[in-house]
Structures are given as structure tokens and as C-alpha cells.
């Protein structure tokens, strides 16, 4: 199936700990993303890739980072300086000649305890 | 600058009742509009897009938006709900100019269909 694949779907980790978010998309799209959803709040945009070897910060970077080595992946790394890391976590992907349409994997929850 | 206001957090109707979601954008340039739904613990899933041409856009579950550019709107409806239609919908923006690859997300609004 085309799509966009999270991993892991659920997550728990102590405070101090780094982890890393999975995103491996298979529709040959250019740009990819990742959001951070929380209760209330809607998605707030974390950062984005037009390119490989290419990134830029979203709104909300700070404590968060990212690589994108290949055009298919994308992995988002929680590190210790998120001060408020528990939340939902999506990866998207846009198609070249950009509208704005993009296709959401289904999404990886981040519990820290 | 974008922004998106989604003026209801929470519509809660009855089923086979009309609904509308409303959705007011703020933007200095020309923009495509998307409204996404996302079901308990999923992804966000398209729904319907603006990007030129009719103002008025469908869905292939009766949902219907309609771009008004002078009230700077793209408010959602529906004419008779379904209990299945119970879910978040986002209301979303772009720059047409296709030089932001940004998309910008309203808040949310949950909606709830009771039987």
C-alpha cells in the first residue's frame, strides 16, 4: 500500500531521555513534515523538508531535530531540551508542483513520564 | 503571514440534522483552502480543496465548502449528518504562490453526531 508509515505508534520515556520518531513515506513526494498535535491546539508545524540533505525550521522547533539522508524518510528526534515533549506526533508528505495537499501518516503518541 | 480561525471548538447535532463548520482565513496573498478530518487516533485524511475555478467544492460524502474571498471564508456544510460523519475537521491555508511550503491549520472543530 502507498502511504506514510509511522513507527512507533506509542511511546513512553523518561524525562532526559532523546527518542526518535520513524516517517517513511512510498508516494516519491519532495516535501515532508512533521506536526505536533496537542488537545485544543490543532497542528503546529515542527519542520519541514522541501528536499534530501535540506530542512528548515517549522514554528516550533526548539528541542526537536531532524535528517532527512533519503528522500523517503524523514525521523524526527525528541531530544532532552523539549520541555513539554508529551503530545501527538504526524508525519506528512506533499507532491512536487506544491498546492498545499498533503497525505498524513497516522501519527505516533509520545508519553513521557 | 497566514492564520486560520476556526470560530466553533466543539458542534454537537443530532443525526440526519444540517451542520455547518465555519472557517474565516487572514492572508496578504492569494491562497488554496483544504478542510481535513481526523478520526479518533489517526491521521489527518483530506476532505475537500479549494485551489481554483468554482468557489463552490464537494466531497464524495455530501460534504460541500464555499470559498468566499470578499469575507475571506471557506465554511463547511453538510445537509444531514450521519453518526460515522463524528470527527475533528480542520480547516487549513496556502500560499497559491506555491513559494511557501507551509501549510497553516485553524485550531479544530470537533464534531459530535448523536443519535
Known amino acids: 500500500d502507498g502511504g506514510i508509515t509511522q513507527s512507533p505508534k506509542y511511546l513512553f520515556r523518561k524525562e532526559g531521555q532523546n527518542v526518535t520518531l520513524s516517517c517513511e513515506q512510498n508516494?516519491?513526494?519532495?516535501?515532508m513534515y512533521w506536526y505536533r498535535q496537542d488537545p485544543g491546539q490543532g497542528l503546529r508545524l515542527i519542520y519541514y523538508?522541501?528536499?534530501?540533505?535540506?530542512?528548515q525550521k517549522g514554528d516550533i522547533a526548539e528541542g526537536y531535530s531532524v535528517s532527512r539522508e533519503k528522500k523517503e524518510s524523514f525521523p524526527l528526534t525528541v531530544t532532552s531540551a523539549q520541555k513539554n515533549p508529551t503530545a501527538f506526533y504526524l508525519c506528512?508528505?506533499?507532491?512536487?508542483?506544491?498546492?498545499?495537499?498533503?497525505?498524513f501518516g497516522e501519527g505516533s503518541r509520545l508519553t513521557v513520564l | 503571514a497566514q492564520s486560520v480561525t476556526q470560530l466553533d471548538s466543539q458542534v454537537p447535532v443530532f443525526e440526519e440534522a444540517p451542520v455547518e463548520l465555519r472557517c474565516n482565513y487572514s492572508?496578504?496573498?492569494?491562497?488554496?483552502l483544504f478542510w481535513y478530518v481526523q478520526y479518533p487516533n489517526q491521521g489527518l485524511q483530506l476532505l475537500l480543496k479549494?485551489?481554483?475555478?468554482?468557489?463552490l467544492v464537494e466531497s464524495i460524502n455530501g460534504f460541500e465548502a464555499e470559498f468566499n474571498k470578499s469575507q475571506t471564508s471557506f465554511h463547511l456544510r453538510k445537509p444531514s449528518v450521519h453518526i460515522s460523519d463524528t470527527a475533528e475537521y480542520f480547516c487549513?491555508?496556502?500560499?497559491?504562490?506555491?513559494?511557501?511550503?507551509?501549510?497553516?491549520f485553524g485550531k479544530g472543530t470537533l464534531l459530535t453526531v448523536n443519535p
Open positions: 479549494y485551489l481554483s475555478g468554482s468557489t
Open positions: 523538508s522541501q528536499i534530501v540533505n535540506d530542512f
Open positions: 506528512a508528505a506533499g507532491q512536487s508542483g506544491y498546492t498545499g495537499e498533503l497525505f
Open positions: 492572508s496578504s496573498v492569494s491562497v488554496y
Open positions: 508516494l516519491n513526494h519532495d516535501a
Open positions: 487549513a491555508v496556502s500560499d497559491s504562490g506555491g513559494s511557501n511550503y507551509k501549510l497553516t
